[in-house]
RNA sequence: CGGGGUGUGGCGCAGUUGGUAGCGCGCGACGUUUGGGACGUCGAUGCCGCAGGUUCGAAUCCUGUCACUCCGACCA
């Protein structure tokens, strides 16, 4: 059995084609299939089981954290995003407006909400009277909209699922931290639950969202080299505040604007798991998230007791794990393939000999690795085989991170880099950014991703223009 | 928004100089199989993207239109 050989022929393989390989992973895979509106995607039970672990652990994290969820509505009234002028002007290229109610044209055109920012003011003016109205810790989990020119299944879709955390503070400082906070709150996240590793930081001027004062990030990187932008944290200021007339009386009886944050993270992050840990074999997910965490295939299963031992085993197992026992008559390597092709972590396979022995033989799907163990310990033997199939995730994600994460120091260095080497690029920059546009030119693409909380010094002279750098700067390609 | 490509059973495709639609996979039934995508027999499935036109006759030729897709540009 030669591990290297690729079982799945119906998947192209990484090096071929890596935007083919993708679609092909998250057709083959089940995840989503297209539907009759462009750019919108029908998100199948497999993949929505994804989203929907996504959402227990982070939702618990919100909470821990003092959160409390609400449901906005999905239509803004045109004047009311249009209160905030940097919003809109940031959002206005890619609404989608209803123009029309039941039959009768209506009144005021309502924008089907890109973010809700301006749902929530309208929303806080009304409750935010006093300090001792503050903080107010909001979270919705909802879809949104933006009307995008090109699309891609779950990078890039017209219509998304989110949470878009929603946060008002009596000062700048409490504010700022709970941006910070978030920002650290999604890194654990991704570190701890999906196994992927990142680089974080914060957005340049140019990349910041539209209407922020600052824009904090995390940035994972694909297999391939090519970042996404994984989540987003957001400090305004009292920008939004001013313009939508929300005002409090603070302990000192003085009438003050309160500070606000957004931070959101969506179902994008599905296509950072199946970019970062993928093979050519299909899917490989992360086993906090996966919705099934271990397959049973029973051999010969029409032999006397195979089935009943394989039954007896998934109960037993179905008390700490999620688990799927495969009793269909598809072959035993059609059902191999298979599980592997959706990402199941661990595989379990029973037959006759095994139950003889009183064993059953365990598959990682990170290694494909056959390993014989006993029936007698099977729960923790499961949970260790588990954890570290999470563990090679991220040891194998953060090598591949650190391998394409490149230093250039000059001009020319930067755009050999760039054209030749798929990664990260580290890069002192001046601050301007005309600079950044240039490069971005040159390059066809390589834009600033973000400046780093832990700069490093690589030089005094922007890579860019020559003229004093003021930050280290990490550019990339994305999605 | 510019440039290219593709629309034919569920999926992937073939279809010659116009003659009334085929293959593989999948699907269903039965039988044999079962430790890395098994095999045989039988069977079901088509407004040939849509609308006009040419013609005795159009999947095929002409015009228009719509959708999808790739590469740019734009954008979280």
Redesign the pocket.
């Known amino acids: 059995?030669a591990n290297d050989k690729k079982?799945?022929?119906?998947?192209t393989a990484m090096d071929v084609d890596f935007?083919q390989w993708y679609?092909d992973v998250v057709k083959?895979a089940e995840l989503v299939d297209?539907s009759?509106?462009?750019?919108c995607m029908i998100i199948r039970p497999y993949g929505y089981a994804i989203w929907e672990n996504i959402q227990h652990d982070l939702d618990a994290r919100f909470k821990r954290l003092g959160h409390e969820n609400v449901y906005m509505p999905m239509f803004i009234p045109e004047s009311l995003l249009q209160k905030e002028k940097d919003h809109v002007a940031?959002f206005a290229?890619?609404c989608a407006i209803v123009t029309i109610g039941g039959q009768n044209k209506l009144a005021e055109r309502l924008v089907v909400r890109?973010?809700s920012e301006t749902l929530f003011c309208d929303h806080y003016k009304n409750i935010i009277h006093s300090y001792r109205d503050l903080p107010k810790l909001y979270n919705q989990w909802c879809n949104?909209v933006?009307w995008?020119?090109?699309?891609?299944p779950f990078?890039?879709?017209s219509e998304?699922l989110w949470q878009e955390g929603h946060t008002m503070h009596a000062n700048e400082e409490e504010a700022r931290e709970e941006t910070l906070q978030m920002l650290k709150c999604y890194e654990d996240f991704y570190r701890e639950t999906l196994a992927i590793p990142a680089v974080t930081g914060r957005k340049t001027e140019k990349?910041k969202?539209?209407g922020a004062m600052e824009?904090y990030t995390i940035e994972p990187m694909m297999h391939n080299g090519v970042a996404l932008?994984g989540g987003?944290s957001h400090y305004f200021g009292d920008g939004f505040c001013r313009a939508f007339d929300i005002t409090f009386t603070d302990k000192d009886n003085q009438v003050r604007y309160p500070h606000q944050t957004s931070w959101g993270v969506?179902t994008?992050m599905i296509g950072a798991i199946i970019m970062t840990h993928g093979d050519d074999?299909?899917l490989i997910l992360p086993p906090k998230v996966a919705p099934i965490q271990v397959a049973i295939i029973p051999?010969?299963?029409?032999k006397e007791g195979v089935l009943e031992k394989a039954n007896e085993l998934k109960n037993l197992l179905a008390e700490s794990f999620r688990v799927k026992l495969d009793d269909s008559?598809?072959?035993?390597?059609?059902?191999?393939?298979?599980y592997?092709?959706k990402g199941v972590p661990l595989?379990l396979?029973?037959?006759?000999?095994?139950?003889e022995n009183n064993c059953?033989?365990l598959?990682s799907r990170v290694s494909?690795e056959?390993k014989v163990v006993s029936l007698d310990h099977l729960v923790e033997e499961v949970k260790a085989a588990l954890a570290s199939v999470h563990d090679e995730l991220l040891a194998r994600a953060e090598k591949n991170l650190q391998e394409k994460m490149s230093i250039a120091r000059t001009h020319e260095e930067f755009l050999d880099i760039a054209e030749n080497h798929p990664g990260f690029i580290k890069a002192m920059w001046c601050g301007d950014s005309a600079c950044e546009d240039q490069l971005?030119?040159e390059t066809?693409?390589v834009k600033s991703r973000c400046i780093p909380f832990v700069e490093e010094h690589l030089g005094d002279t922007c890579v860019c223009c020559g003229k004093p750098a003021k930050h280290m700067v990490v550019f990339g390609r994305?999605y």
């Open positions: 059995m079982m799945v022929e119906q998947i935007a679609t083959k297209y009759g509106v462009k750019g940031g290229p890619e890109p973010t949104v933006r995008e020119k090109t699309t891609r990078l890039r879709t998304f990349e969202f539209a824009t932008q987003t969506s994008r074999n299909g051999v010969a299963q029409h008559d598809n072959s035993t390597g059609w059902k191999y393939s298979q592997e092709m595989r396979e029973l037959g006759p000999r095994d139950i059953c033989v598959v494909r056959k971005k030119d066809g693409g994305q």
